[in-house]
């Protein structure tokens, strides 16, 4: 599960659209003769939460068709999320070709937390790329996938899509209180298994270095999952890749808008602001508390909306508004 072996790269590369050699990030024509150099907006979207339901995971058409109307006018979208690369072909981007992708149109998706990226047009996903430096060791992944079949599989999953993470999902017919809790017992063994593989690990504020007092990895509960996954990896990863990813277009966005549910995803306007790129952030789910931070966080109630508008409502709002501003 850690890698992606040659069957994989072989798929991805059998798909690659035309005008993508040997996997590179060359960009096809038909995008860049259509692309602004300096669009006045970038969007870098957290995926579960503002984008996808926390709830069914599954995207509104109405969000699929803003994103569309927004990059066919030349604004980057860059999705940043913790999913698979196979999560966002088949919860983002095979919605966005049904519904009429203009073939002018590069979309990028930074998934694993920057671990892995592809990027894709009307006629399919480029290369899948790969930083395995990030990925965690293959025998700890299948240690997991065993104890998560034998001691867990009443109340979650082994993510079977991810290539450098290792991620263990609450089943949508589950509970979420009653996964929480037997997400604790989960977490405690995994930092178990971490320790007898001799991987130095933290969870939360719980530190359990490794023999050489280093720790490489850490164990990260969400709302509906556990990941594990090298302490490298992080939404400011995925900011860094997406300025790449658009320097190598020529693109230089004017600002950044960023959307999350999570403090974690503040990581990604914190990137941004401290490599002097404007930035505005969006928090989905603002019930922790909004931090305070040198650069404005937006969310819902600045739309005028209530309290109860949150994930992708609050979400899709935010993406009307865009396209009301930049489109009329
Ligand atoms: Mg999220």
Known sequence: MANTGPAAQSTAHAKMPAGWENGAMTTPETSASHSPSTPALALLLDVDGPVASPVTRAVQPEIIADLLALAEAGIPVIFNTGRSAAFIREQVMEPMIAAGMPSSILIHAICEKGAVWFSYTSTGPGAVHVDHDLA??????DDIRRLV???????????????????????????????????QLFDADAMDLMGRHGLG???LDHHAPDSDDRIDYRVDPTII??????????KDLGASRAVELLAAQGVTPQA???????????AMADWLHHNDHPVKHIDVRPADGVPVKPYEVLTAADLGLGDDIIHDDAGAAFLRSWRRALLG
């Open 136 to 141: 965690i060791p293959s025998a700890f992944g």
């Open 149 to 183: 079949a034998e001691d867990y599989a009443s109340h979650m999953f082994f993510d079977e899509t991810k290539l450098a993470m290792v991620s263990v999902e609450q089943h949508i017919s589950v509970d979420n209180s009653d996964y929480r809790a037997e997400q």
């Open 201 to 203: 690990v933290v969870r």
């Open 225 to 234: 999952s556990t990941d594990i996954e090298s302490v490298r990896l992080g």
């Open 256 to 266: 950044w808008r960023t959307v999350g549910d999570s403090r974690t995803d503040y």
